[in-house]
C-alpha cells in the first residue's frame, strides 16, 4: 500500500483539520452568546449633555432602547397590565381607611400606584394637593413634589434647598413638569448611577456610613431608596428627611419619631397623635429574602432585555411579574402561573391581618371620639391614644410599602400582628374610660360601607373639594404647563 | 526524511491510542461517580423476615446502615444536637401554657420532643400518662400508644382493632415494647415504603382519594404522615381518626370539630369547649413553599448518605439544620450560617405573635373564670367562650407542629394572627359581661411567672402527682419489661 503524502503535507493537513475545528468552536460559541453591550460610553454619545438635564426626551437620541423602555411606564400599572384595568380607588375598596385618614388629605383620595411616567399627572390631579389658586396657597408645601420630578434636583441646584422648600407646592407648578426621568438615577456625564436626592446621603451619614461606598450592585436599589423609602418633612422648611438614625425596622423608626416627638397629624376623630408612614418599600425589602440573597430592585424591576444582540436595562419599571421570564424565571425553575400564585398566595395571607386591624383601628377611632363627646380627660384618653398611634403606625407601615407583602412577607405580617395586639389594648383602654363615665353600652358604629359616607363622617364636603380641583385643573395647570413651555422646561 | 512505520502499522497506532483515551474516560468516570445502590434486595437479604417485625434489631444484619442510622436517633433532639442542651420544659419557658391546659393533662407535663428511639421511655416517664397500677387504671387510653411503637400493628393485626383500642393505656404496657421502628414505614417483604396505620389510608378514602396511588415521592411524606398529622380519639373505642374531611387549613379542621361537636376538654377555669392540636406537622408542611415545590419530609429529615460508594437513606431523623450540607445545600447555594440564620428568623418572628397570643388566651381563661365566680351565666358567657376556644385551637395549631414556623412561616404567622383577633373580642365581650353584673374594675391576675405557681393556681399537687409517678416507675414498668423480655418481644 503507497502513502500518497509526505510527512510535511500530512502535518499541513493535521494543523489545517485542527484550525477549521477551533474556528467552529469559536463561531458557535459567538452564535449561541447573548453578547453585553460593551461599546464606549463616549462613542455611544451623539448628543453631549451639561449638568442637571430633567427634560428626559433629550436623552433620548444617546440611549434610545433605555428612553423607549421608559416612556413604557405609561402602561406600568400592575392592574392595567395584568387585570385590564386602570388605577383602583382604595377608599371605595376599603371606606375604613378614610376613617383611620380623618383629618389628613389622604382621606379624600388614594388611589394604587402607576408608573414613573405619571408622577406628576397623578399628583397635580389627587384631590390631596388641594386647589392653590396663587402661588402661595396651600395645603400642601414644596416638598410635595420632592419625588415626582427630576426638576427637583435642577431647582435645587439652581436656587439653593432653602429658597426651593420654603414654598408652598404651587409656587413651582411652572419648574416642575418633567416626571422622574433619567437625571434622577444618572450623572448625564456618564451616566453612571447617582444619588439626586440629597436625604439619602445625608441619613447614610448619620448612620456613620458613606453612600460614596456603595458597590454598583448595591447603587441598582439605592437609587430607587431615594423615594422608595419612609421619610418625614423636618423643620419649617419642610426639609425631607429618612428617620433611619436607629436601624430599619418599623419599632427602630417608631423609637426616632418618638424621641423628637414628631407627628404627622392629630386625627380628626379619637384626636391620637398619628404618624404616618409613605412608603417604607426600601427598609422592609431589606428584610425579605431577596434582599438578602443579594438581590437588587432593578434586578426585578429593570431586567436585563436584548435586543439585536444589545443588552440593555429595562427601564419600563414594573411589577416583575408581567415579565417572569426576565425576572423570577431567570433564578427560579417554576412556570409563570405557579410563580404568580406564590406572591399572590403571600399577599393574600398578608391582607388577611390588615383588613382585621383596618377595622378593629376604624372602631377604635370611632370610639375615641365617643369617649371625648361624653366627657372624657386628656389623662383618662393618653394611654389609649398612644396605643392608637402605635397600632396605626403598624398598620400603615405594613400597607404602605409597595410590595411589601411579598418583599418580607413574614416582616409584613409581624408587624401586622403587633398591630392588631396595640388596637385592642386601645379599645379595652376606651371601654375602661367610657364605664368610668357610666357608658356600659356598645358604641353606637356609623355608617362606613362606602366612600362616600365615611367621608360624609368625617366631615369632608367631597363636591366642593371636587368643584375647586375642578377650577384648579382648569385654570391654574394649563398656566403652568404654558410657562413652562415658554420657558423652555419642556421640551415639544 | 523517511517514515519509520507502514500504513497499517499507523493505522494500529491509531486504534490503540483511541482505546487508551476511551478507557481513560470510563475510569474517571466510575471514580468520580457516587454509585447508587442497585443491588437486588433479594440479594441483600442475609435473614428473611416474615409478617410485622417489631423488633428493629432484626432488621440490622439486613440493612446495618439504616439500622445503624435509625440507633442514632438516641442523639436527634435538636438542641441537645445544636446547642449541647438536652430537653427543655417548655412549660417551664412559658407559664401560660399551664393556665391554657388547666383541666388537661398537658399541663403537668410538656417537654421539646426527642428522636424517634426515644419514643416509648418518654411516653412512660411523662406525668401525662399517669401512674396506673393496674391494667384498667387511667387517665390515658390504649390509643396513647398509636404513634410511639410499632409493636401496635403488630398487635392490632394480632388481636383486631376494637379489642386492642377499647382498653386502658396501662393494659399494653408488656407488648408496646419497641419504639417507632423499621415495621411502622417499611413492608418488612420487600421494604418498600407503606402505611401502617390505617386512619390515614381511610382519611384519604373519605376524601375520594387512594393511597395506594401516591407516588414514590409522596410517600416519603406520607409514612411521617401517618403520626405527624392532627388527629383525634373517636368514639368509645377512642379509634384514632383525622379530621380531614373538609380540608387541611386549620378553618377546615375547625369546621369539622364543630360540626361532629367535638371537644377535647371543658377548661377548668373559662368552661370553654377545648380543641387540643395534635402536632398538624404535615397539614403544615404542605402548605408551605418547600412542599410546593415537591419536597418530601424524607428529603430534609433523611437526607441520602453515602458510605464507601453504597449511597442510602440517612435513617437518623433530625432538624435538617444539623447537617445542612446534606439537607438545605443540596438546593441553596449558602453558607451554613447563613442558612441557620434564616430559619431562626423565620421563627423568631412567628414566635413574637405566639407570645402575644398566649399571654391573652392566660388571661382569657382567668377573666372567664372570674367572670363565672361572680355570678355569670350559660347564656352571657357563651359567645365568649366559643371565641377563647377558636382562639386556643389557632393558638395550639401554629405552636404544637413541629417546625411550622419554617415549614409554613406565613402560614402560621396568619393563623397566630387570627388569634390575635379572636382572643381579644373574647376578652372584650367578658368584659361587658363583668360590667353587666356590676364588676368595673380590672380582674385580678394571679402570679403564673413559674410552672410551678400556675400549677399551683389551676390546682395540680405536682407533689403526688410525682410520688405517683415514680412508685409506678419502680413497681409497674419493670414488670412490663420483665413479661416482654419473657414473651420474646425484646430482643436483649
Known amino acids: 500500500m503507497k502513502d500518497k503524502f509526505k510527512p510535511w503535507q500530512r502535518w499541513v493537513l493535521f494543523a489545517l483539520a485542527m484550525a477549521v475545528i477551533f474556528a467552529s468552536g469559536v463561531i458557535i460559541s459567538f452564535l449561541m452568546e447573548h453578547s453585553a453591550e460593551v461599546v464606549n460610553i463616549d462613542y455611544k454619545k451623539k448628543i453631549k449633555i451639561n449638568g ?19 416612556v413604557d411606564t405609561t402602561s406600568t400599572d400592575l392592574h392595567s397590565r395584568l387585570n385590564g384595568r386602570t388605577s383602583i380607588d382604595v377608599l371605595a375598596q376599603r371606606p375604613e381607611m378614610v376613617i383611620l ?13 402607576r408608573g414613573h411616567m405619571y408622577a406628576l399627572q397623578d399628583i397635580v390631579h389627587s384631590l390631596r394637593t388641594g386647589a392653590p389658586m396663587g ?27 432653602d429658597s426651593f422648600y420654603n414654598n408652598k407646592w404651587a409656587a413651582w407648578g411652572a419648574e416642575i413638569v418633567n416626571p ?9 456625564k456618564n451616566m453612571d448611577l447617582h444619588i439626586s436626592r440629597p436625604s439619602l446621603t445625608e441619613a447614610f451619614s448619620r448612620q456613620g456610613r458613606d453612600i460614596t461606598h456603595a458597590t454598583p450592585q448595591e447603587m441598582r436599589s439605592l437609587v430607587c431608596a431615594q423615594c422608595h423609602s419612609e421619610y418625614y418633612f423636618k423643620g419649617n422648611i419642610k426639609y425631607p428627611t429618612f428617620p433611619w438614625d436607629k436601624g430599619f425596622t418599623v419599632e427602630d423608626l417608631e423609637k426616632y419619631y418618638d424621641e423628637i416627638g414628631f407627628t404627622d ?29 443579594g438581590v437588587s430592585c432593578a434586578d426585578c424591576h429593570m431586567p436585563y432585555n436584548d435586543e439585536g444582540g444589545i443588552k440593555y436595562s429595562d427601564h419600563h419599571i414594573q411589577n416583575p411579574l408581567a415579565v417572569t421570564e426576565r425576572t423570577c424565571q431567570t433564578c427560579h425553575r417554576d412556570n409563570k402561573e405557579t410563580l404568580c400564585k406564590n406572591v399572590y398566595e403571600r399577599q ?19 370610639e375615641a371620639k365617643f369617649t371625648w363627646d361624653i366627657g ?8 389609649a391614644l398612644l396605643l392608637i398611634r402605635q397600632a396605626q403606625w403598624r398598620w400603615d407601615f405594613g400597607v404602605s410599602s409597595h410590595g411589601g407583602s411579598f418583599h418580607a412577607p413574614q416582616e409584613t405580617m409581624r408587624i401586622l400582628g403587633h398591630g392588631l395586639n396595640k388596637v385592642f389594648q386601645a379599645r379595652m383602654l376606651i371601654s375602661k374610660v367610657l364605664v368610668a363615665h357610666g357608658y ?11 366612600k362616600e359616607k365615611a367621608q360624609q363622617y368625617i366631615g369632608l364636603d367631597m363636591a366642593v373639594e371636587k368643584a375647586d380641583k375642578d377650577k384648579f385643573l382648569k385654570e391654574i395647570v394649563p398656566e403652568w404647563l404654558q410657562k413652562a413651555k415658554a420657558n423652555g422646561r419642556i421640551v415639544n
Request: glycine share 4%; charged share 25%.
Open 52 to 70: 442637571i438635564e430633567a427634560r428626559s426626551i433629550i436623552f433620548a437620541e444617546n440611549y434610545p432602547r433605555e428612553y423607549k423602555t421608559w
Open 101 to 113: 385618614w380623618a383629618g389628613y388629605a389622604f382621606s379624600k383620595d388614594y388611589s394604587t400606584p
Open 135 to 161: 402661588v402661595a396657597d396651600g395645603p400642601q408645601f414644596a416638598s410635595c413634589w420632592v419625588c415626582k420630578s427630576s426638576d427637583v434636583p435642577r431647582m435645587i441646584e439652581a436656587i439653593g434647598v
Open 180 to 188: 422622574i426621568g433619567c437625571a434622577d438615577c444618572h450623572e448625564p
Open 265 to 293: 397629624y392629630i386625627h380628626k376623630l379619637s384626636r391620637a397623635p398619628i404618624l404616618k408612614a409613605q412608603h417604607p418599600d426600601y427598609e422592609i425589602f431589606k428584610m425579605g429574602i431577596h434582599a438578602q440573597r
Open 348 to 366: 393574600q395571607k398578608a391582607n388577611e391581618l390588615r383588613t382585621l386591624l383596618e377595622k378593629e383601628l376604624a372602631k377604635a377611632h370611632i
Open 376 to 383: 372624657a380627660t386628656e389623662n383618662e384618653m393618653q394611654e
Open 440 to 450: 356600659t353600652d356598645n358604641v353606637p358604629l356609623p355608617d362606613i360601607t362606602t
